[in-house]
């Protein structure tokens, strides 16, 4: 089983987007996929239409108790272990728990068999959930807007993976991902240009593409289900093949 943590401690850069939509894509090339929701705002668990979530069927037990995972719920060919605003109280009861922090990782270690992908979407912030999600991760994917906020946040990014690297020496970050390009605007292809020439991987930008994006979400589908074939599911399909080249997982593509 390979893990990724989708972070950015700035919120609107697009990564519960992504999590969903590499998962779903994933999935359907035949993978087994376990989708973890670790923002108290439970943007993942809406999106797939999950509701009357318990915090007991969270990683709320996992982060304070050091308890296992709690079975998922499976919705369109994805395991998830959803969330609640209650994960927001396990900021502070992680506090000062010595080992909590590396408690997620010791759960997924046990269910390793069971899967060929986890993808966690780790909540923006620089918090005790953040920590959670990124000690647990093998590699991140780090999505950045082609927007002045993405440049802005670029320093903070590099602090945070350098904290997280004291203890996780060999985490690294699997691809940067430019989200929300619009080729037609000078400001973004001058922003994606100062991108490559900082961050290494970089994937190729994710075009806006705004509808699809927002209907999607709207109907609680991934866009290779609400869109099959669209462009938007092709910018996925190639993000995906493009983690897969970096990663070695054995993704050959899905059907449209």
């Not at 209650?86 to 068999?113: F, I």
């Not at 993405?150 to 430019?178: H, I, K």
Request: glycine share 8%; net charge negative; hydrophobic share 45%.
């Amino acid at each position: 089983m390979q893990t990724f943590t989708v972070f950015n401690h700035a919120g609107g850069a697009g990564k519960t987007s992504l999590t969903l939509n590499l998962g779903h894509e994933l999935a359907a090339s035949g993978l087994r996929v376990l989708l973890i929701d670790l923002d108290p705002q439970a943007s993942l668990t809406g999106w797939l239409g999950v509701t009357g979530v318990t915090p007991d069927q969270t990683a709320h037990p996992v982060a304070v108790e050091g308890r296992p995972l709690p079975e998922p719920v499976r919705v369109h060919s994805l395991d998830l272990i959803p969330s609640h605003m209650a994960l927001a109280l396990a900021e502070r009861l992680m506090m000062g728990a010595v080992g909590a922090q590396g408690r997620l990782n010791r759960a997924l270690g046990a269910v390793q068999d069971r899967y060929d992908v986890t993808l966690i979407d780790s909540p923006p912030s620089l918090g005790q959930l953040a920590i959670l999600g990124a000690l647990a991760a093998d590699q991140m994917i780090v999505p950045v807007p082609t927007r002045q906020k993405g440049l802005d946040a670029l320093p903070g990014l590099q602090v945070a993976l350098r904290e997280y690297r004291e203890v996780r020496p060999d985490l690294d970050v699997a691809l940067y991902v430019p989200t929300f390009f619009d080729a037609r605007r000078l400001h973004d292809r001058e922003v994606l240009a100062d991108l490559r020439a900082a961050l290494s991987p970089l994937a190729e930008p994710m075009p806006q593409r705004e509808a699809v994006w927002l209907d999607s979400t709207a109907q609680g589908a991934p866009v290779g289900l609400y869109a099959p074939g669209s462009p938007v599911h092709r910018d996925i399909q190639r993000l995906t093949a493009e983690l897969a080249r970096a990663t070695g997982l054995p993704y050959a593509g899905s059907a449209a």
